[in-house]
């Protein structure tokens, strides 16, 4: 297992960029960035190519109304699995947060601030070769590691 990224780079949104060979099962994503006072919503997807036709991850935070709150759901070409969602806590407009979602041969896994939010079921036949981010945040830093003990 490698505590050194395998890719540690500045992320301008929007943001769509491949990464082959790298986001796979038993990899760590950890997102540091800001959520503007304004914002309304951004949008995370893990997906197969940089044309969003298949999405094995959709994550959606939504910023309306007192509680904040994740919606996550799967895209095959045109047709999506339900959307589930849930409450968590980004913490104050205009401060830091810290997102890390973990890639598991059964599921993803989502951490916000250090607390657990969610896992779901992963579809293994699908692949992830690429993050796109859209929607208003600002996100500082992109780190990928690689959790595997080989």
Partial sequence: MSLNPV???AVT???N????????PDSMLVFCGKIPEDSTQFVI??????DPKNIPFH???RFEGEKDQIVYSTQRGTNWATMSDVCCDFGKRGSDFKLAFFIWNNCYQVC??????????????MKIDTINIYGQVQINSLKVFDLSCA
């Fill in 112 to 125: 916000v601030n250090g607390k657990h939010t969610l896992i779901y079921d992963r579809a293994a036949d």
């Fill in 17 to 24: 960029r491949q990464f082959p060979d790298v986001l796979k």
């Fill in 59 to 61: 994550f959606g935070a």
């Fill in 13 to 15: 949104v929007p943001f």
């Fill in 7 to 9: 890719v540690n780079c």
């Fill in 45 to 50: 997807n893990l997906q197969e190519g940089k």
